[in-house]
């Protein structure tokens, strides 16, 4: 799992910003560090980011190490 550079509060809010496009608050990062990030395929968001409790997860694609697709 991974979360996005921009700590989305809900999945609406992360559709919304792959609808419009935003590509540099899309960017994907584990933040343990531990294990590589899903640079093209498929993937799972979860947020909003630790400290505060995960409420949404997310299956999204990856191109590139940037969500470009919501499909869960």
Do not use: C
């Not at 989305?8 to 496009?21: D, E, I, R």
């Not at 540099?24 to 400290?51: A, C, H, K």
């Amino acid at each position: 799992m991974a979360y996005t550079v921009e700590n989305f509060p809900t999945k609406k809010a992360l559709k919304a910003a792959v609808a419009a496009g935003e590509v540099e608050s899309l960017r994907t990062f584990n933040p343990s560090g531990m294990f590589p990030v899903t640079q093209f395929g498929r993937d799972v968001i979860e947020g909003p980011q630790y400290p505060q409790p995960h409420r949404w997860y997310a299956e999204v694609v990856v191109e590139g190490g940037v969500v470009v697709k919501v499909t869960g």
